[in-house]
């Protein structure tokens, strides 16, 4: 890319936000930011150092000194690379609760806005082009239903020989939609002028392509 663009994806928890991400980052050859992945490396740590979201002033002291980045696409939290251990039910539910609070959001927050002014970026999550990025060049709204999402994640959690149940992982999935969307800080919703994508009915090559054709 010749000049620095920043867009922005944003939508629902199992939409493909991440996998669509990467893939549109790499074939425009620009930088690919997981604020997703962010927010659960910060409710890994918290949980696993014990510490509550009631706990604001533990909060902020740990988060004052954790690195969160980025090996080649494999985020590390102060140095260890932590990608399959925040990609369980429990910390996709603890990330829901932890990104709500305000010291966690404005501190990942300013770490992702100085990355996305630095260099070209695409980067998905809740409230990109709401938040992190109104001044994003383009804005993408990435969902699908509910039941779609929720097979989606079960097929990919069966792959990684996890034993899960269907059912329940529908009822995270509703429960995550009402979390992120009635949080009374950043809550999930729809940018003015960001393009909604269905991916329901559409494979990932399709939605890579519709939004790779919206940028160049």
Partial sequence: M?????????????????????KVAKKLGIEYVDTGAMYRAVA????????????????????????????????????????SKIRTPEISEAASIYSAL???????????????????VIMDGRDIGTNVFPDAQYKFYLTATAEERADRRYKELVERGQEVVYEEILEDIRQRDHNDMTRVLNPLRKAEDAIEVDSTHMSIDEVVDFIYDRVV
């Fill in 2 to 22: 010749n000049k620095i663009i920043r867009i922005a994806v944003d939508g629902p928890s199992g939409a493909g936000k991440s996998t669509i991400a990467r």
């Fill in 44 to 83: 890994y740590k918290m949980t696993s150092e014990g510490i509550g979201p009631e706990e604001g002033e533990r909060i902020e002291a740990v988060l004052k000194d954790t690195v969160i980045d980025f090996d080649q696409g494999v985020i590390t939290v102060d140095g260890t690379e932590v990608e």
């Fill in 102 to 120: 305000p010291p966690v959001r404005a501190s990942l927050v300013q770490a992702q806005r100085e990355i996305g002014h630095r260099k070209s």
